[in-house]
């Protein structure tokens, strides 16, 4: 199985700072791999799809890169809404599997 | 208003049986991939199965293969979960999610409980 790796587990900024969390595969998926944000007591929700396209209703400060096995979300200016928890997830061979988050948390 | 509703998950002993089920409303069903992803209490996401359009393809994480069984009814626009031999780590949030990938998992429920305890 492919595993996702993210980093870092925990990430501390202000409202206002810009973000950057990577997420990286145990073996090349081209650009299969979507990033999802999931606040407490709620689903997840998907942001970004196929590394780089947002999903409907995805601000624009979101934004996502990367191919083979280094993918990158970022953040260009944090709003307080945004601190959550983050997933990537990819979808290669029918066997899809989740990176294990990475905590944004207000600073 | 697009929704997925799931339903049917409970408290059940070690060894016992249930079935999920997902209620869908406000896009056309038949036309989309659907997928069960789980969490375990305080843990990350688990994708659990997925369903092709036609019901005629189902794929599983290999540690499930044999003890869940997705489907779907088309006609009732639902989605179910059948799990047999139920374990103490199989306690999670059950989520049924749209599919639109596959394996772009767009839209979500709110979750149910499934709590497998004696």
């Known amino acids: 199985d492919i595993v996702l790796t993210q980093s870092p587990a925990t990430l501390s900024l202000s409202p206002g700072e810009r973000a950057t969390l990577s997420c990286r595969a145990s073996?090349?998926?081209?650009?299969?791999l979507a990033w999802y944000q999931q606040k407490p007591g709620q689903a997840p929700r998907l942001l970004i799809y196929d590394a780089s396209k947002r999903a409907t209703g995805t601000p624009a400060r979101f934004s996502g890169s990367g191919s083979g096995t280094d993918f990158t979300l970022s953040i260009s200016s944090l709003e307080p809404e945004d601190f959550a928890v983050y997933y990537c997830?990819?979808?290669?061979?029918?066997?899809?599997?989740f990176g294990q988050g990475t905590k944004l948390d207000i600073k | 208003e697009m929704q997925v509703v799931e339903s049917g998950g409970g408290l059940v002993q070690p060894g016992d049986s249930l079935r999920l089920s997902c209620a869908v409303s406000g896009f056309p069903f038949i036309t989309y991939w659907m997928t069960w992803v789980r969490q375990a209490p305080g843990k990350g996401l688990e994708w659990v199965a997925t369903i092709r359009q036609d019901g005629s393809r189902m794929y599983y994480v290999d540690s499930l293969k044999g003890r869940f069984t997705i489907s779907r009814d088309n006609a009732k626009n639902s989605l179910y979960l059948h799990m047999s031999t139920l374990r103490a780590e199989d306690t999670a949030v059950y989520y049924c999610?749209?599919?639109?990938?596959?394996?772009?998992?767009?839209?979500w429920g709110q979750g149910t409980l499934v709590t497998v305890s004696s």
């Open positions: 999610a749209r599919d639109s990938g596959p394996g772009i998992f767009d839209l």
């Open positions: 997830q990819q979808r290669t061979n029918w066997l899809y599997t």
């Open positions: 073996q090349a998926i081209a650009t299969y």
